[in-house]
């Protein structure tokens, strides 16, 4: 089946640092990626959409300078933590999905700690 | 405005026994309902979902759920735990055609010996 290959399933940073999490879809072209945020014990929480070729769609509450979404071809999409701070420390999910009736497929997820 | 209700944050069941994960909805167009699974660290399988047709929908491990309008409800069920089967179920529905979905809280499945 479809897969998403998330990388790094694991980095651990210091504050003030940026981290980019890639999200590439191995056999799809993924048109859009979503990326969640999951803190411990609780759901997924949407932080944005992106479309391949156009700016991304944030949530509201989501600082979109500091959570920047790269969505420039049908196969990986990026989102880069700027400037982090421990309270960024969390497991970060994307999914991608090829079209307006396509399923979704997620990746392993990230788990990012902010020292 | 969709959202979803999970009864239960954990639930508890012995090996064998019946497995019932509780999940309501509230949405207002004909809603589009999944199950999820999601092991530790990991990212989330989908387990089934339900578009249109036949209510009772057959996914994967043996899960199954059933689509009940009038109580608004998509409950999923196994009839026998296995060990394998711990971790935490998440119940979404799809907030109309942009593809969003909105999340249950999660209920995190224990299977005991």
């Known amino acids: 089946g479809a897969v998403v290959s998330q990388h790094p399933s694991r980095v651990i940073c210091k504050s003030g640092t940026s981290v980019k999490i890639e999200c590439r879809s191995l056999d799809f072209q993924a048109t859009t990626m979503f990326w969640y945020r999951q803190f411990p014990k609780q759901s997924l929480m949407l932080m944005a959409t992106s479309n391949e070729g156009s700016k991304a769609t944030y949530e509201q509450g989501v600082e979109k300078d500091k959570f920047l979404i790269n969505h420039a071809s049908l196969t990986l999409s990026t989102l880069t933590v700027t400037s982090a701070h421990p309270e960024d420390s969390s497991f970060y999910i994307c999914s991608g999905a090829s079209g307006k009736n396509s399923p979704l497929h997620f990746g392993n997820g990230t788990r990012l700690t902010v020292t | 405005a969709q959202s979803v209700t999970q009864l239960g944050s954990h639930v508890s069941v012995s090996e064998g026994a019946l497995v019932l994960l509780r999940c309501n909805y509230s949405?207002?167009?004909?809603?589009?309902l999944f199950w999820y699974v999601q092991y530790p660290n990991q990212g989330l399988q989908l387990l089934l979902k339900y578009t249109t047709g036949a209510t009772l929908v057959k996914g994967i491990n043996g899960f199954e759920a059933e689509f009940k309008k009038s109580e608004t409800s998509f409950h999923l069920t196994k009839p026998s735990a296995h060990m394998s089967d711990a971790a935490e179920y998440f119940c979404?529905?799809?907030?109309?055609?942009?593809?969003?979905?909105?999340w249950g809280l999660g209920t995190s499945l224990a299977v005991n010996p």
């Open positions: 949405s207002s167009v004909p809603p589009y």
């Open positions: 979404a529905v799809n907030a109309g055609n942009n593809r969003k979905l909105i």
